[in-house]
């Protein structure tokens, strides 16, 4: 069974930079996209970046400029650099991985990012 495990969460002031990654512990074949959500104290969960089998990359509003997404093929992992961190950034990052079709959708167990001073 595949499963998702996230790290590079943690603390940092406001302005500050975080690198998530997500990789897979198993292989999966013909991934369609992979991206990152987020949820914040009650709220609920929101988008944040997502990219494409062919490369494109797609990004909410709030994180354009300051978020990029990446992929690593070879490894099945997903990456989000967040930079400019703000107090609103703070959240659980959650990473997304789905095949073509809806063939599957898996979802990682969440690592917190907390902006603060």
């Known amino acids: 069974q595949v499963q998702l495990v996230e790290s590079g969460g943690g603390l940092v002031q406001p302005g500050g930079s975080l690198r998530l990654s997500c990789a897979s512990s198993?292989?999966?074949?013909?991934?369609?996209?992979m991206g990152w959500y987020r949820q914040a104290p009650g709220k609920q969960r929101e988008f944040v970046a997502q990219?494409?089998?062919?490369?494109?990359?797609n990004y909410a509003d709030s994180v354009k400029g300051r978020f990029t997404v990446s992929r690593d093929n070879a490894k099945n992992t997903v990456y989000l650099q967040m930079n400019s961190l703000k107090p609103e950034d703070t959240a659980v990052y959650y990473c997304?991985?789905?095949?073509?079709?809806?063939?599957?959708?898996?979802w990682g167990q969440g690592t917190q990012v907390t902006v603060s001073s």
């Open positions: 997304n991985i789905r095949g073509y079709y809806n063939r599957y959708n898996y």
């Open positions: 198993g292989s999966i074949n013909s991934i369609y996209l």
């Open positions: 990219v494409f089998d062919g490369g494109s990359t």
